[in-house]
């Protein structure tokens, strides 16, 4: 039991009870300084700014909103700021995930990721207008650095538009060594099958039923639709577009990411894209570079003699 319960306890019994508070405490053997202690903490002004940062964010949790307080200069202890996130009331419901039924699931091994742009995770999402019209969101996400690639609206998307939206990206960044995708019907058609093998992009389809093997995308969908889908209204599809495309802005440059210990995706992408960098201090060698070196020492070797 811990200190908290015990003073309840020993308040409780004293109000109750016609007997000493010093009997109360000497029975429940509790100190009596700790019981008559009194905190002179004030935590109305992190109270008020974490009030604040939380109707701006209200599906952040208060790591999160933590780091958006120190982002505005104000450093606070994660156990403080967690105690006023409680007493404010700011918990978030968090819906329970389902237990494996019959035992253990059986095993899925995927290949490790090690860097940017080896795999692409792909997938769609759906909502509605407000006049119940329904559209389709193309996600397109690195499964290494976690950024958003794409969020591309529309009422339909053929293999075609899909490619187009592809090459979009790879114009402006580079093709991809591998992309995860689930069996439908715009992901296994022959011009899509075509692209990817034209590009010398190996696709890799799920399971049919197993979206679990395509975890990332899939926990991107459940961040989009708790913080952007469900908390916005669609007048109509560009209105749509105008609402998504700004929080793929926000998700990419302002959203800690758990995971990459609490950088934006793309702070993340760029401390990896400067630590890979030829002009970095740590940066790996080249494989012909090393070559040279290792030339380099046989010849010493053998001139001085060295077995």
Request: charged letters at 35%; a positive charge.
């Amino acid at each position: 039991m811990e200190l908290v319960d015990q003073r309840e306890q020993v308040r409780w019994l004293w109000e109750h009870f016609l007997v000493s508070q010093r009997r109360v405490c000497g029975l429940l053997r509790v100190a009596e300084s700790s019981c008559r202690y009194v905190s002179r903490r004030n935590d109305e002004e992190l109270r008020t700014k974490l009030v604040e940062a939380a109707r701006e964010k209200p599906k952040w949790g208060y790591r999160r909103l933590q780091l958006k307080l120190e982002a505005k200069g104000m450093r606070v202890n994660h156990k403080r700021v967690y105690r006023v996130y409680r007493e404010a009331g700011l918990l978030i419901r968090r819906r329970r995930r389902k237990s494996a039924r019959g035992g253990l699931r059986a095993g899925f091994v995927r290949s490790a990721v090690t860097g940017p742009d080896q795999e692409w995770a792909l997938d769609f999402v759906h909502d509605a207008a407000e006049s119940g019209r329904k559209f389709r969101v193309l996600s397109v996400i690195d499964v290494y650095t976690r950024e958003c690639l794409a969020l591309k609206v529309d009422t339909s998307f053929a293999s075609r538009r899909v490619t187009r939206e592809l090459d979009g990206i790879i114009a402006n960044r580079t093709r991809p060594l591998a992309i995860r995708c689930d069996n439908g019907p715009e992901f296994t058609s022959r011009h899509f099958l075509a692209w990817a093998l034209e590009r010398q992009i190996e696709l890799v389809h799920i399971e049919p039923g197993r979206p679990v093997q395509n975890a990332h995308v899939e926990s991107f969908h459940g961040k989009l639709r708790d913080e952007c889908l469900n908390t916005s209204w669609f007048g109509n599809l560009f209105e749509a577009r105008v609402k998504i495309a700004a929080w793929k802005e926000e998700y990419n440059e302002e959203r800690p990411h758990s995971s990459l210990e609490y950088l934006t995706p793309r702070e993340f992408a760029r401390h990896v894209a400067a630590l890979r960098s030829p002009t970095a201090p740590c940066a790996p060698q080249r494989e012909e570079e090393k070559d040279k070196e290792l030339t380099g020492k046989e010849v010493m070797s053998g001139e001085f003699g060295v077995v």
